[in-house]
């Protein structure tokens, strides 16, 4: 299990990149949303789809 963000800041496509807990990329931003903890990346894009209408794994992180 790992614990998954949205960082708050769209990429320039317009999609919104999901990371996990420590990733050096995920800024420490009061407004990036939690997702919770997850068994793996999948259910964790599943719920940030109910945030956003695009999602993205970290490509760094591997979220
Ligand atoms: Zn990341």
């Known amino acids: ?7 708050p800041k769209p990429l320039p496509d317009g999609s ?13 931003d ?3 949303i939690d997702l919770g903890s997850h068994a793996d990346v999948q259910t964790a894009l599943d719920k940030a789809l ?14």
Do not use: D, Q
């Open 1 to 7: 299990m790992a614990f998954y963000h949205i960082n």
């Open 16 to 28: 919104y990149e999901v990371h996990k807990e420590g990733c050096g990329l995920l800024v420490p």
């Open 30 to 32: 009061p407004e990036r």
């Open 50 to 63: 109910t945030f956003h209408a695009r999602v993205t794994p970290c490509v760094h992180c591997g979220a």
